[in-house]
């Protein structure tokens, strides 16, 4: 069965456009162009996809997110968003609540293919059966797309998790920003470096639990590494 994309903007052009290559890309697309549709449609049509745009006639398209992400059974949607603005604190913001990648308008709508299936490829996790990394408390759960902490399940966006993921197969390396794009990401384009940072600040907060259980140490002047858990 295809997967299922829920494409959210008020501009009837751009739904049109972006369902059009998502059908000719082979999914299954369909469209709401206001909030209050957007939120019935996510608990009617169940997509495995959201694209949202950040600028709704009845709502902020942050508000959606928000919601998405409180609820138990949307918090690990994936989702796209879309923006027409400039400003990188809106974007940062929307990556803080948990959007997995965002498009800036004008945009081609091949890109915007491009990145649902790198978020639905990363989202379904083809991974070797039974495979777990762990660190102390943290287990990882690579056939099960699952995270615990001291036993307690953690929902992490599918970025994070695959942020966790290459952390946790190589404890004490020194990723750069870009290798994290690259290798946890699957793929770059300019400008992305900066929102790393926003992803690894999400990441921090589920899984340290205080400053004295730091998990995840910046590198100043290259980028960020799993600490390594003391030899005994």
């Known amino acids: 069965?295809?997967?299922?994309?829920?494409?959210?903007?008020?501009?009837?052009?751009?739904?049109?456009?972006?369902?059009?290559?998502?059908?000719?890309?082979?999914?299954?697309?369909?469209?709401?162009?206001?909030?209050?549709?957007?939120?019935?449609?996510?608990?009617?049509?169940r997509p495995d996809l959201l694209i949202l745009d950040l600028m709704l006639p009845d709502c902020d398209g942050m508000d959606i997110a928000r919601k998405v992400r409180a609820d138990p059974s949307d918090a690990r949607l994936p989702i796209i968003m879309l923006t027409a603005r400039v400003d990188d604190t809106d974007r940062i913001v929307g990556l803080e609540l948990g959007a997995d990648d965002y498009v800036t308008k004008p945009f081609n709508p091949r890109e915007v293919v491009a990145r649902v299936r790198a978020?639905?490829?990363?989202?379904?996790?083809?991974?070797?059966?039974?495979q777990r990394l762990q660190h102390q408390d943290l287990v990882l759960d690579l056939d099960a797309h699952r995270v615990t902490l001291a036993g307690a399940e953690i929902v992490l966006t599918p970025t994070e998790f695959d942020l966790l993921a290459l952390f946790l197969h190589n404890p004490g390396h020194a990723f750069t920003r870009t290798e994290l794009i690259e290798q946890g990401l699957g793929y770059a384009y300019a400008g992305m470096e900066r929102t790393v940072d926003s992803h690894i600040k999400n990441l921090r907060k589920k899984i340290e639990i205080d400053s004295d259980t730091a998990l995840i140490e910046t590198v100043y002047g290259v980028g960020y590494r799993l600490r390594r858990e003391p030899e005994r």
């Open 1 to 45: 069965m295809a997967q299922q994309i829920l494409v959210v903007d008020d501009d009837r052009e751009i739904t049109r456009l972006v369902r059009a290559y998502l059908e000719q890309a082979g999914f299954e697309a369909v469209c709401a162009h206001d909030g209050a549709s957007a939120l019935r449609m996510l608990h009617t049509k």
């Open 119 to 130: 978020v639905l490829r990363r989202s379904s996790g083809a991974a070797t059966p039974n």
